[in-house]
């Protein structure tokens, strides 16, 4: 069984086994991936079911942000089947975005436009988060930086709001051409340093919280 979202605090099935007697499993964000017993990054559960056999599962979940998801009962040719095609996609998905930002660093090398330098910076931070957030390859990256914690989606999201907007200003050279956007402009980055810094020094929650707020501040300052 797989419980199709990543990042998720709490996930444990109970498997029904004898009069009323359950087995407690669990695959979330407590424990390591090396540690599952299928190391994937969402939550997934070998369960072994004889044919004609009644089962009864229950799921607890729990999560301190949003949470959607969907539950599947793969066989296992079925399961390895989807993970390889996931997982080619993701590879094509972040090996584009990677070139992409070696080709703008390239251009900054060669024509020096501090432009391309903030551009680098922005498509670096969407990488990132999406690395963290979607978790594809995050098995692979504990190998060479250890455990990597949530809590660092929300220094990724607002070093990229940063980045964009110091990327606009410079590329459409808002200082000269709109003096009133580019303060206003001024005024969203100083916002994002004092949340950075917010959610460095408090608890992960209220990190979210503030995130949650001022990013619809952000979408309705880019439309």
């Known amino acids: 069984m797989e419980i199709e979202r990543a990042n998720i605090d709490v996930v444990e099935i109970f498997v029904e086994e004898y009069d009323g007697i359950y087995e407690v499993v669990s695959s ?6 090396s540690d599952r017993k299928i190391q994937h990054v969402n939550s997934v559960f070998p369960i072994d079911i004889l044919i004609g056999q009644e089962v009864t599962f229950y799921v607890k979940l729990k999560n301190k942000t949003s949470m959607f998801f969907r539950a599947t009962l793969w066989s296992p040719e079925r399961f390895v089947t989807k993970v390889a095609n996931m997982q080619y996609i993701y590879g094509l998905l972040f090996g584009a975005m990677i070139i992409l930002l070696l080709y703008n660093l390239f251009l900054y090398v060669s024509v020096r436009d501090i432009s391309y330098l903030y551009y680098v910076l922005y498509l670096g931070g969407i990488t990132t988060f999406c690395f963290l957030e979607v978790g594809h390859g995050m098995i692979h990256a504990t190998d060479f930086f ?4 949530r809590e660092y989606i929300l220094f990724v999201i607002w070093e990229t709001a ?10 459409m050279l808002i200082k000269e051409s709109h003096p009133k956007v580019n303060g206003f402009l001024n005024f969203l980055i100083f916002l994002s340093c004092v949340s950075a810094i917010v959610t460095a020094s408090s608890s992960y929650d209220t990190g979210a919280f503030f995130n949650l707020i001022f990013m619809m501040v952000f979408l309705l300052s880019y439309l």
């Not at 979330?28 to 991936?33: E, G, I, L, P």
């Not at 250890?146 to 914690?149: K, M, R």
């Not at 980045?163 to 410079?170: C, D, N, Q, R």
Request: glycine residues 10%; hydrophobic residues 50%.
């Open 28 to 33: 979330d964000m407590r424990s390591a991936y």
């Open 146 to 149: 250890g455990d990597i914690q």
């Open 162 to 171: 940063i980045a964009g907007i110091l990327f606009a200003k410079s590329f």
